[in-house]
């Protein structure tokens, strides 16, 4: 005899934990299956230990101003690092802790063991059977590693491997440049690690407005050599380190080779047969993004594992989605948020709204600033990076922005809200900008975009009273 | 005979600059008169000076985690008290003359003389009477200083004073506790002097919600003495040195005391008697703070001389506003910017919208976040500070916030187009907060008060979708 459930959950990561909270609310019929690490991808090897990494690098390079500043004897800081390594996992642990305290009083629901399908409605785990009236695929993603490179043992690593490290390496190749690769690759450079970046495509981060990606490998560049536009073959050297060589000649030996090619599904070996799909492309364009609802059928599908938007945010809204309508009849569509992307690299890279590439057959005016001469940036000696903003050249409504500027990430919120409410330039530039802040900087983008709007900006950038 | 001008602009600070830039687009009949120093309160004496210690401050105090982190010889760092010095000067004389690059290309029209009103609408300068259409009041305020301390000479100095101190004192007395007193108190005891703070009222920076009111106090007082609720008697000690006594008792002998008092008006001996009104209160009740006018005479009041809102974006407003009117007719009226305060201090203090006290009479919901455990704050190790948002009970409207957090600016600015949209904590909260965040502590208060609204925060913080 089977278990009966209203819903079973598969995956206790972010999505799967949201999921269940959600639920929770409505039925205590449910159940939640982990096989696997408890903790979520974003505790023990995403988030967290990379942004613990990245604060101590960039307060370690900050060292370089010092002696500008009056502030005497930084030609004596060294690094450990080993403690480095130590000091991140101290940090990352806690946070793993807090994950684990809320998966701790789930109890009995929560189930350990391999959930496989056996009909679109019953998992098997453990050699019990469970019937669901609905089900919630939530198993996450892992880092892609081509199989060639699975020879290499332990000198190809991936951030399922990286933050384990007893030390710092002397050198590594992070092949791959997408944010996590930029973000990794510039702080362990700060670090001290004889770094190098391969990239396939001639864009960084993600980025895609040309100006701006030119900036960001600039600033890139300051830290490590980037390699562009090239695949990146490795093999073993005779003492055991890992070449690098590239389509256009170049090569390097380092320690080890980082693999941070972007992250796959975790669908295999679930019995997902029985629904009959054609999974070749994932999930990625079977779910409803706004239902998480899988076509029609009780099955829902939330976080990585459906590779639709691989961010904290968004994933925890799918959790929350998916609970909602697997105890819901009919299910309610959710619109998603504005978009945004961060890197959190130094200065940060910032992608909110609209892109400039999906911008390309729109009619847009771009506000544009440098933020090498600007006040804020300059009294933090921080002054790099620069601003895009589009904004639709008719109704002058702001559509979108790439930039790497520091503190980027808060001036991606405040345009995500700006988007988010079809605010208009001009309704934006009503708002304080303070005295001196990095927001004086996008003020700055925005009056050069209002400047080519009907009317211009003459006047008070203030609104009128009658 | 005298020259005849359609606008005469008294003082060449930041409103006066502004409301020069703003006339310039319709007339060229136009004379700047500047008596006293160039360059603007702003980037001389005020703003970019103090942005520049504060910032060494704060990477100088980043010491104390060095250890923690990994990063070893923290121990051997000191701090050069001439060089600190010379590198703010360094960097605020480039602020200078950025403003006086823009000072210079006025040319003839800014005339160098003390501008003295002989009828409502002649000035006399050097001797020579010009005669104006419009007169635009924008002559900037000084630092008060009560009059019996003008016989300690240097011993008792002020922001105009400071920033030309040789080196930093060994110990400094700083008196009023404003937005100013707190940064440059913080400031200075990071940089190894001896400071105690003294102030008359029992709130720091301005203030009004008494539980951050609280943390902000034990915040400062990590880095110097605060003593609140008395006044100082200061004398002069045998050996030239400055004794501070308060009415309770305490006392302490330093090197220079610091009066950071508020500042007061520069009105006199500019023959406003013509005009016939009671300036016992300066210009403060007698403005329309969205016209700029001064009752129906032809005469405007920008900036600082107006107490109205001495923050740099408010004066520039002024000025244009100012301007903007001085050449229209009839005069139009611009809505002023919602209200935002911050004082730079490690971490911020930041009052935006309304602030506690002027919500005092209105059924308001209150949500509170603290940042001494969340996530981003402890990533960066900069976990402090309290944040509290109100809203209105019935509607759910933001209404305004206090707090002192770590990056408190960039959280203000967001929280201030959120109130100069009109929108609910609702609205905001369908925002994207990424991850991990500063931006995810507001979300997390806005939810707490979300869940004592009607309909409570249950399911999924997401417009829903027909």
């Known amino acids: 005899m089977s278990k009966q459930v209203d819903v079973a959950i598969i995956g206790a990561g972010t999505a799967g934990l949201n999921a269940f909270r959600q639920v929770k609310q409505v039925t205590s019929n449910v159940v939640l299956i982990n096989d696997g690490p408890y903790g979520t991808t974003c505790a023990r090897v995403g988030c967290m230990p990379s942004k613990v990494?990245?604060?101590?690098?960039?307060?370690?390079s900050r060292r370089e101003h010092f002696d500008d500043f009056g502030?005497?004897?930084?030609?004596?800081?060294?690094?450990d690092r080993k403690q480095v390594m130590q000091y991140m996992r101290g940090q990352r642990d806690w946070f793993?802790?807090?994950?684990?305290?809320?998966?701790?009083?789930?109890?009995?629901?929560?189930?350990?063991?391999?959930?496989r399908f056996v009909e679109p409605q019953v998992l098997e785990v453990n050699g019990e059977r469970i019937q669901a009236e609905k089900i919630i695929i939530a198993t996450g993603s892992r880092p892609?590693?081509?199989?060639?490179?699975?020879?290499?043992g332990d000198k190809v690593i991936t951030t399922d491997d990286f933050f384990e490290l007893d030390e710092l390496p002397d050198s590594i190749a992070v092949i791959g440049l997408g944010a996590i690769g930029c973000e990794l690759g510039q702080a362990l450079a700060r670090l001290g690690v004889k770094v190098?970046?391969?990239?396939?495509?001639?864009?960084?981060?993600?980025?895609?407005?040309?100006?701006?990606?030119?900036?960001?490998?600039?600033?890139?560049?300051?830290?490590?050599?980037?390699?562009?536009?090239?695949?990146?073959?490795?093999?073993e050297t005779a003492d055991g380190k890992i070449k690098v060589e590239t389509n256009d000649g170049r090569s390097i030996t380092v320690d080890k080779a980082l693999a941070s090619l972007g992250r796959r599904p975790n669908i295999d070996n679930m019995g997902l047969e029985v629904f009959n799909l054609d999974l070749s492309n994932g999930f990625k364009d079977l779910v409803n993004p706004h239902t998480m609802q899988l076509g029609d059928l009780p099955l829902f599908i939330a976080g990585d594992v459906g590779s639709?938007?691989?961010?904290?945010?968004?994933?925890?809204?799918?959790?929350?989605?998916?609970?909602?309508?697997?105890v819901q009849n009919p299910v309610q569509g959710f619109k998603r948020r504005v978009p945004l992307r961060i890197a959190f690299t130094d200065p940060q890279v910032v992608i909110v709204g609209a892109s400039f590439a999906e911008l390309a057959?729109?009619?847009?005016?771009?506000?544009?600033?440098?933020?090498?001469?600007?006040?804020?940036?300059?009294?933090?000696?921080?002054?790099?990076?620069?601003?895009r903003v589009y904004a639709d050249r008719q109704s002058g409504r702001l559509l979108g922005s790439e930039m790497m500027i520091p503190d980027g990430e808060y001036i991606g919120h405040f345009l995500a809200m700006?988007?988010?409410?079809?605010?208009?330039?001009?309704?934006?530039?009503?708002?304080?900008?303070?005295?001196?802040?990095?927001?004086?900087?996008?003020?700055?983008?925005?009056?050069?975009?209002?400047?080519?709007l009907e009317g211009g900006n003459q006047g008070p950038a203030l609104k009128t009273m009658n």
């Open 144 to 152: 892609i590693v081509p199989p060639e490179w699975h020879q290499f």
């Open 196 to 235: 190098v970046g391969v990239e396939m495509l001639s864009n960084v981060a993600g980025l895609s407005d040309p100006k701006v990606n030119k900036v960001a490998i600039e600033e890139l560049a300051k830290s490590f050599d980037v390699w562009l536009e090239t695949a990146a073959q490795l093999s």
């Open 96 to 115: 793993v802790a807090r994950v684990m305290d809320g998966v701790n009083q789930i109890g009995e629901k929560n189930i350990k063991g391999r959930a």
């Open 71 to 79: 502030i005497k004897g930084s030609e004596n800081l060294t690094l």
């Open 361 to 387: 057959e729109q009619d847009i005016i771009t506000g544009e600033r440098s933020f090498v001469v600007q006040g804020r940036t300059k009294v933090m000696a921080r002054n790099h990076g620069l601003l």
């Open 308 to 326: 639709l938007k691989p961010i904290l945010h968004e994933v925890a809204d799918e959790g929350t989605i998916a609970g909602y309508n697997a």
């Open 53 to 60: 990494l990245i604060e101590v690098a960039k307060t370690f």
């Open 418 to 452: 700006a988007i988010e409410n079809e605010m208009t330039v001009r309704d934006v530039m009503v708002t304080p900008f303070y005295h001196p802040t990095v927001l004086e900087g996008l003020d700055n983008a925005l009056n050069a975009i209002a400047a080519q």
